[in-house]
């Protein structure tokens, strides 16, 4: 236990909620059978209707974490009307839980363009071919537009990225870190940014 906290040593006492959520990540990693990095984002749209999906995790700053997306989509749309979001990230195998608040911001073209580019060569092409979230009469047009876009950029070296498609940065203010605990007695620990200092709080279950 930890002494100054009274919570599970996974609580390790740091003062940067970054160094405590790498570390639930590298056990993570360790123990889901499946994407480790998957969270659920949620957005709001114009008229105030919340929205979710399953997402994952690409990139880490020091202030920050990274995720990439069809911008025309409707989490595209989403974050451009209204520049906020919430992520999530459950692990069942650890009984453990992240929250993160903040606003998001486009990353820059250089940074997009590096990780596309690490992308499989289906992965790159599909972002082409795909109105994400729009409507299709059958399947068969976008297995079109993927062959199209095949005979358009054979070269899978040299497949250049969307302008449609690239990346949001979430500049947290607030994450919390939860453990489950029998009969719901649940363990939390908040960090919350106040000017550029990280401040923690033990929340009630």
Excluded at 20 to 39: R, T, V, Y
Excluded at 70 to 83: E, Y
Excluded at 153 to 169: A, I, L, Q, T
Excluded at 179 to 203: A, D, F, M, P
Aim: include cysteine; charge should be positive; charged fraction near 30%.
């Amino acid at each position: 236990m930890n002494q100054k906290s009274g919570l599970d040593p996974v609580f390790k006492d740091e003062k940067n909620p970054f160094i405590l959520f790498n570390g639930w990540m590298k056990d993570a990693e360790k123990s889901e059978i499946n994407d480790p990095n998957a969270f659920n984002l949620a957005t709001v749209d114009t008229f105030g209707q919340p929205d979710n999906r399953i997402l994952l995790l690409k990139g880490q700053t020091d202030k920050g974490f990274i995720f990439y997306t069809n911008l025309q989509s409707k989490k595209g749309r989403d974050l451009k009307s209204n520049p906020k979001a919430s992520m999530c990230f459950h692990w069942k195998s650890l009984q453990r839980q992240i929250r993160i608040q903040g606003p998001v911001e486009l990353v820059d073209k250089k940074t997009a363009d590096t990780y596309f580019s690490s992308r499989p060569y289906e992965s790159r092409i599909g972002a082409w071919a795909s109105s994400q979230s729009e409507v299709m009469k059958h399947r068969d047009e976008f297995e079109d537009k993927v062959k199209k876009f095949k005979k358009q950029y054979s070269d899978p070296n040299n497949v250049p990225r969307p302008e449609h498609w690239s990346g949001w940065h979430l500049t947290p203010f607030k994450i919390e870190f939860w453990k489950e605990v029998e009969n719901r007695l649940h363990q939390r620990l908040c960090y919350s940014l106040i000017g550029t200092s990280w401040n923690k709080e033990i929340l009630y279950p």
